[in-house]
């Protein structure tokens, strides 16, 4: 058996190994990321945010793990965006990453919905409007930034290399736990979307979809104007 998963491999195309990768990833990390949300839900509370923030954290660093050296691990819109940026991935790849993200963030929230439960809104983000709107985007797109500055470090120090799920499954627990009370701490287009969608609940997306790409889109435009002046001081 493993060997015709092999050969089949064999035949993929670069973009197409990306493709499978990001769909199985994004399906790990929204399985866990809004399925320990249902499960707290239904048993009233009890796991609380530890168990929520840590989830999230197994789900990233074991998609880093196993993909990191086939598609850089995305599994996340506005990450892409910030690779896109950093001119790490072409706009021609930006299509395939963005299908299989929400195609796995889709899948993900069907297995929650049928085989965890469909309770708080199957796991959907959401801010806390008790904070002024202006709080909460800024909240959004700091946890974002903090996801992809994590990232970009990773990617470009290769003493981290071996500890890359680590922390970038960690700034994803950190920013959940410290910051969901807020803004819900999504980070996540895709994460965001899907529950949303098949819950029938979307009035926090404009939040999900728009905070975290600012987010990521600034660290990036940082990171890339700082490799380009130190490219051009050598």
Known sequence: MSQVLVK????????????????????????????????????????????????????????VYLFGKISMAHFNPAVTVGFLITKHITKIQLTYYFAAEIIGALLGSLFVKYLVGNNANLGANAPNYAFPVPIIFGIEVL????????????VHTKGLKRFSG?????????????????????????????????????????????????????????????????????
Not at 31 to 49: C, E, K, P
Not at 143 to 154: E, G, K, N, P, R
Request: glycine content about 10%; overall charge positive.
């Open 143 to 154: 946890a974002s930034a903090l996801l992809m500055a994590v990232i970009l470090v990773v």
């Open 8 to 63: 089949l491999a064999d035949k993929l195309t670069s973009n197409q190994k990306k493709f499978i990768a990001e769909v199985i990833g994004t399906f790990i990390l929204v399985v866990l990321a809004t399925g320990s949300v249902v499960l707290d839900a239904r048993m009233n509370g009890v796991l609380g945010i530890p168990f929520i923030a840590f989830a999230p954290f197994v789900g990233v660093a074991t998609g």
């Open 166 to 234: 680590i922390a970038i499954g960690g700034i994803v627990g950190l920013d959940i736990f410290f910051l969901s009370f807020i803004s819900g701490a999504s980070m996540n287009p895709a994460r965001s979307f899907a529950p949303a969608l098949l819950s029938g609940v979307m009035t926090n997306l404009w939040l999900y979809w728009s905070a975290t790409f600012v987010g990521t889109s600034v660290i990036a435009y940082i990171f890339k104007r700082k490799l380009s002046n130190t490219e051009g001081n050598k």
